[in-house]
């Protein structure tokens, strides 16, 4: 089935250690959004794609970058994990062009900082 | 800023009606109304979404007032699998607008 994948689900780094989260998709949907969620709290948009065109959030730290080298892969990296990163990231998408904008949301990746 | 206001929390009886309220006073005519569900320790989930009238389909039925400052999602029959925490998003409805998330309403359905 067409789906929203993220890998790996669940992740443990190292404090300062630089870790990258991937998203991949095989709805062709031409924006790609990746969300932060902690505990007991509501998703919070870091960033998203359309197409190639990048928006970053005017208070997501620099500390998170993210690439997405074609339509299907999105990755976030976080170049020095703090232990405030530890978090579930939500990657999702949306297809521009329809009738109906709903966003696609995949499992998640539970990042865990040492 | 929150654009919309929704209970902390609610309980609902299995195999009953549930009705969950949103606020949203401050609506834009172009703006959508947006319902989406996370069930514990999975991604967000599309319930349904509407603009001015009200909508139904498989899952729910999504009522919006004339004025269009409220709304309520109504599961019809809550199972236990319905205990997740609901969102109410308004959004215009033209391309690339991110979904921006406020607390949400944390469903209980009790057996």
Request: aromatic share 10%; proline share 5%.
């Amino acid at each position: 089935d067409a789906m929203v994948i993220q890998n790996p689900r669940y992740q443990v780094t190292q404090f300062g250690k630089p870790v990258t989260l991937s998203c991949s998709q095989t709805l062709n949907h031409n924006v790609m959004y990746w969300y932060q969620q902690k505990s007991s709290q509501a998703p919070k948009l870091l960033f998203h794609y359309y197409d190639k065109d990048f928006n970053n959030e005017a208070d997501t730290p620099d500390n998170f970058q993210s690439r997405r080298p074609n339509t299907s892969f999105c990755f976030l990296d976080i170049r020095s994990p703090g232990l405030g990163d530890a978090a579930m990231y939500l990657c999702a998408t949306s297809r521009v062009g329809t009738a109906a904008y709903e966003q696609y949301f995949g499992p998640g990746t539970r990042l865990t900082v040492t | 800023d929150a654009k919309t206001t929704q209970p902390t929390s609610m309980d609902c009886a299995e195999g009953r009606a549930a009705n969950l309220p949103c606020n949203h006073s401050t609506i834009s005519g172009n703006e959508y109304v947006y319902w989406y569900r996370q069930i514990h320790s999975q991604g967000p989930q599309y319930i349904i979404h509407g603009l001015k009238n009200n909508e139904t389909n498989e899952m729910a039925s999504l009522i919006i007032t004339e004025d269009r400052k409220s709304s309520t999602l109504i599961l019809p029959h809550a199972t236990l699998r319905d205990t997740a925490v609901y969102y109410c998003i308004v959004r215009v409805d033209s391309g690339n607008t991110p979904l921006v998330f406020g607390k949400g309403t944390r469903l209980s359905v009790i057996a």
